[in-house]
DNA sequence: CGAATAGTGTCTATTAGACAATATCAG
DNA sequence: CTGATATTGTCTAATAGACACTATTCG
């Protein structure tokens, strides 16, 4: 098993996720240089040598999002690494995923000639780069299974929200509708999932609403299930 | 993001999990060459220029394991890369986990002293190899999490079996024991798990029990959850 | 007040789990 | 028959989902 090593590139690619105006987006960088030039891609960059590679992915958030590690879930999804999958040459791809609240618009980093959040609706999967709309989609559905039996939807949100809005990044991801009244037992009843702030929203034409904010546990017992309701 | 790049070794590693006498057992291999000589590892081998990371899994896996591609499941897991995970230099390790039923007796492969399955409960965590205490918990950990809402079991079983020895496996995965009418009706009734196929055991000191295959689906729903009976 | 949103109550069909009962073999 | 294992039946408590109801704000 100590046969000889030759060294492969080792990049990491990202799964920007979040919600605009209640639809599921994500953010694509523009290629500016050959190969995919002027199409879409997730955004990546190499990893150093003396890098730990969640670093690597967090740099490639700073850097290609602006996004800082304060309200920014990041994970490792899976790593891709078919000997064709970039035409250049052999590269690894470790993918990981961000989830965050209201990310800011991004400003375009190095090689890139754009960069934007979008509606997952109105990507053309075809017309992204590399393998990315094959990663994309892998990433989405983790996400959307995440969300059953984790707590990974407030990730979605501020540090202070309602029931109704975590009911909304259910309804966004899942692309459902659920509930409210069953949703809001379930959420407050699951242990770990939620803490009441004993604080409440400004009315905005409606009762106001309870605050909280995300509980301590991760994973959510009972899961909260799709395909139901 | 195109920026340069620094080829890093990669390596995958195996986590080949069976089931021995009832227990779950996992494929360890003694190195023969410092760092860590003489200490039980996981095996794993360096990828290739123009190998898939799948392919050099399977490729480990026979060489090391003498394990072909029949009758043995899969999957990667995920990949550590920290930079100081392996002190002659950095090396990121593509975690694979691979499952059989009544795999045989490996023969000590390139660069290791010897080569077994050891029981799970007999492993001196603080003795294995570089970080691969960590990889072995968290492999172990995602199939117990698997066998409730995958199809994963049947993959620990040969072509044929019974319900009760898809039992056993869950019993022996989990270390719980469960009820044997209630877990006969919801094997059989969960939609894509099992395939009667008609036929019989001869009968071993009980009544004979029907024969089973591993159905199309991969999914469990509803899920098979732990903690319950 | 009416509209809107938040949160609670209630009913019913389904389900999980405990446990009993029956089926079919070997000896 | 006895012992062992397989498979099915039954009962009960808990749960999910449908939906009605109450609460609290704004205009």
Redo the contacts with the bound molecule.
Sequence with gaps: MDAAAAPLDVAVDLVVLTLRGGKLSVLLVQREDAPFAGAWALPGGFVRPEEDLLAAAHRVLDSEASLGREHTYLEQLRTYGDADRDPRGRVISVVHMALGANLPDPVSGDGAADARFWDLAEIDAGALAFDHAEILTAAVERARSKLEYTTLATSFLPAEF????L?GVYESVWGTS?????F???A??SPGFVVDLGK?????????????SAGEGAILN????R???
């Design positions: 309602t029931i109704s809005q009911r659920l509930d409210p009244g069953n809001h037992r379930k407050t009843r409440q929203t400004d009315g905005t034409g409606g009762r106001p609403a309870r605050l909280f009972p899961p909260l299930l395909g139901g309701e």
